[in-house]
Structures are given as structure tokens and as C-alpha cells.
């Protein structure tokens, strides 16, 4: 085993909670998560481990556990790992369509015919 997924640390597990990985840098990378750490939200990060190393850093008793970003970090730390995760394929295809200008007019003439329509049968 060379790699623990973020998903899968739940740790330390009397303080954290809701973990929502942000950034997964693969294994001997870092992630970055928003958590609840004692009920309070929080940003976190680990090195993932890899080969020589498979739990990653940090780690307790042999469980993977994250490391709590003071608070004065969690702002920049987060918005950088959000600047590194890649896009998903649901974002693409929305970024693509919101740049086709073209198609986005006749959205909109279509829509506005559609009003027009209902406008008509109402009067």
C-alpha cells in the first residue's frame, strides 16, 4: 500500500469531523481538506505518504490523521489548494457553455419566445 486516499482519514477522530477534501496531490503529495475540527470549521493538511512511507505525515498510532492550519493560514492555504485541483468534468462543461456566447443568445431568444407565447394564451 503506497497511498491512503484523503477521503479516508478521518483522524484525529475525537476532533474531526465532515472532512471535504479540496485538494488531492496523489500519492507522496499533500492535501488540503475543509473539516469540522471539535464542531468548529477548520482547514487541514497531510502528506499522503508513498512507498517508503504509506500513512503519510502526520500520522498517530499508526492511523493517518490531518494537521489542523492555524487560523491565520487557512485563507491562503485553501484558496491555493483550490488554485492546484484540477477542474472536474462537470466544471468544463459548464465553463465551456457559459463561454458560448453564440448559443447562450438563441438560449435566450428561445426563452424570451417561450414568454411571448405564454403571454399570448393568457390574454
Do not use: H
Request: proline share 7%; net charge negative.
Amino acid at each position: 500500500m503506497s497511498y491512503i486516499s484523503p477521503e479516508a482519514v478521518q483522524g484525529p477522530k475525537k476532533r474531526v469531523s465532515n472532512v471535504r477534501v479540496v485538494y488531492d496531490g496523489g500519492p507522496g503529495g499533500g492535501a488540503v481538506c475543509e473539516l469540522e475540527w471539535e464542531g468548529e470549521p477548520g482547514v487541514a493538511i497531510r502528506w499522503t505518504g508513498e512507498d517508503d512511507w504509506p500513512l503519510g505525515n502526520p500520522q498517530s498510532r499508526g492511523n493517518p490523521t490531518w494537521f489542523l492550519v492555524p487560523a491565520e493560514f487557512q485563507e491562503v492555504v485553501l484558496q491555493r489548494a483550490r488554485d492546484l485541483a484540477p477542474e472536474s468534468e462537470e466544471e468544463a462543461g459548464y465553463r465551456a457553455m457559459a463561454a458560448d456566447t453564440e448559443r447562450e443568445a438563441e438560449a435566450l431568444d428561445w426563452s424570451n419566445a417561450l414568454i411571448g407565447d405564454t403571454n399570448r394564451a393568457a390574454g
